[in-house]
């Protein structure tokens, strides 16, 4: 009986492969242990650190109570998510301000950049109390003094930065006038920046900002257009008032009226330019039409009142 051929084996071959299939594991047990570290450190470890550091570093900015009910991260895809965000009062119990979400989703290229780069900010729910105890004490005057205080950056030493899509959604600001008794909301703010950079190329692209709002019932609506880290300052805001209740702030006029005034309503539609070139005084132009109607007027501790048509006026 003849016995079959059999081919030789190489028996090199698996001893060569071996060096090259065991440093392919080894690489791929490296990148996923690497993967897992950083999706552990990312969704576990950045949002106590982070929270750590911008309540401290709230705290130490305001001198206030600061705090933050929720924080999340996702390291992958760069979004971040906080809740429940206080200011105190500096009596540490009554809240200051406060909203309810903040959502800010970043950008890779903050990586090649070196600078924070934000594709989206939205701060939903914020609400500040504003008060007016005396007649020129607030109760922001102590974060206010302290801010101005604190040493200046010294020029081109200010941190780069890019954020787009900014909002604000659902503001109220409370504000209670004790001195006068009176209080004043400004409910349903709404603000809109598409952009706001100071890195290279970005210096000399316009800031469109908008704004609006009802002020005690009254509705109003700012629009405009700016370039903040210009030399030159370049700015356009166009201004829309629709029947703002006049008397209730012309007691805050810092001089007295020879009349006083018992009614009015204020329309506006202005457009606003201001430009301040480097060496150069600063230039405004203002026009558009201003309408004051519905108008009563009286002299001081006279109980009658003058009712006067409404009047429109052109600045140029």
Do not use: W
């Not at 492969?17 to 080894?26: F, G, K």
């Not at 132009?285 to 006279?302: F, I, M, N, Q, Y």
């Amino acid at each position: 009986m003849v016995a079959p051929c059999r081919r030789p084996v190489d028996a090199a071959t698996p001893t060569s492969r071996s060096p090259a299939r065991s440093r392919l594991r080894i690489a791929a047990g490296v990148a996923l242990a690497a993967v897992a570290l950083y999706a552990v450190a990312g969704f576990f470890g950045v949002p106590p650190l982070a929270r750590k550091l911008i309540v401290d570093s709230a705290r130490e900015k305001l001198g206030r109570v600061v705090s933050i009910e929720e924080l999340t991260f996702n390291p992958f895809t760069l979004r971040a998510r906080a809740g429940g965000v206080r200011v105190m009062e500096a009596d540490g119990r009554t809240t200051f301000a406060s909203f309810d979400h903040l959502f800010v989703d970043g950008s890779i290229t903050s990586a090649y950049r070196l600078a924070p780069v934000v594709d989206q900010l939205t701060m939903d729910g914020l609400k500040v109390s504003l008060v007016r105890d005396s007649a020129t004490h607030y109760n922001v005057s102590d974060m206010l003094a302290r801010l101005a205080a604190a040493p200046a950056t010294p020029p081109g030493k200010g941190a780069r930065f890019s954020v787009s899509n900014i909002r604000v959604t659902r503001a109220r600001i409370d504000f209670d006038d004790r001195p006068k008794g009176a209080k004043h909301v400004v409910s349903d703010i709404e603000i809109a920046i598409p952009s706001i950079s100071n890195l290279p190329g970005h210096l000399a692209e316009y800031v469109k900002p908008s704004f609006a709002a009802k002020v005690n019932g009254a509705p109003m609506r700012f629009v405009g257009e700016t370039l903040p880290f210009e030399n030159s300052l370049r700015t356009h805001v166009a201004i829309d008032l629709d029947s703002l209740d006049v008397p209730r702030y012309v007691e805050y006029a810092p001089a007295a009226l020879p009349m006083k005034l018992d009614a009015g309503k204020l329309d506006a539609k202005l457009s606003v330019r201001f430009t301040q070139a480097a060496g150069k005084d600063p230039s405004i132009d203002v026009a558009g039409t201003l309408a004051l109607r519905e108008v009563k007027l009286s002299a001081p501790g006279e109980g009658g009142s003058v009712q006067a048509g409404g009047r429109r006026s052109s600045p140029r």
